[in-house]
């Protein structure tokens, strides 16, 4: 049996403080980084605090790399990259069906 909420906000209504707080850190992010101040800031950084800070930035711009499965065949110059999770026999399964779905 599902238990009902009595008291509360509705679902799907925000929090009016997390959405206060959310604001006061874009305004205080909006103050002080602007390209100028980071640019004067980094400058003054010592190289090793600079690297820190530059390499935390990357996972914002960047892509994290997923793990992946290499499988190598050493009796040829053949090796397979497979993405994590990859079902190999699903995958073919799928695109032969739509191959088939095509031809007709």
């Known amino acids: 049996m599902k238990r009902e909420k009595t008291g509360?906000?509705?679902a799907g209504t925000p929090?009016?403080?997390t959405a206060e707080i959310?604001?006061?850190i874009s305004d205080i992010l909006a103050e002080h980084f602007t390209p100028?101040?980071?640019a004067k800031n980094l400058e003054a950084m010592e190289p090793k605090e600079r690297l820190l800070f530059l390499?935390?930035?990357l996972d914002y711009s960047v892509p994290k790399l997923k793990q992946t499965d290499l499988k190598a065949d050493l009796k040829s110059d053949v090796i397979t990259v497979l993405p994590p999770?990859?079902?190999?026999a699903a995958r073919i399964a799928e695109l032969k069906q739509?191959?088939?779905e095509t031809d007709e």
Do not use: H, P, Y
């Not at 999770?85 to 190999?88: A, C, I, L, S, W």
């Open 8 to 10: 509360g906000r509705k």
């Open 15 to 17: 929090n009016k403080a």
């Open 22 to 24: 959310k604001s006061r």
């Open 36 to 38: 100028e101040k980071v």
């Open 55 to 57: 390499t935390k930035l």
């Open 85 to 88: 999770n990859f079902d190999r």
């Open 98 to 100: 739509k191959l088939n």
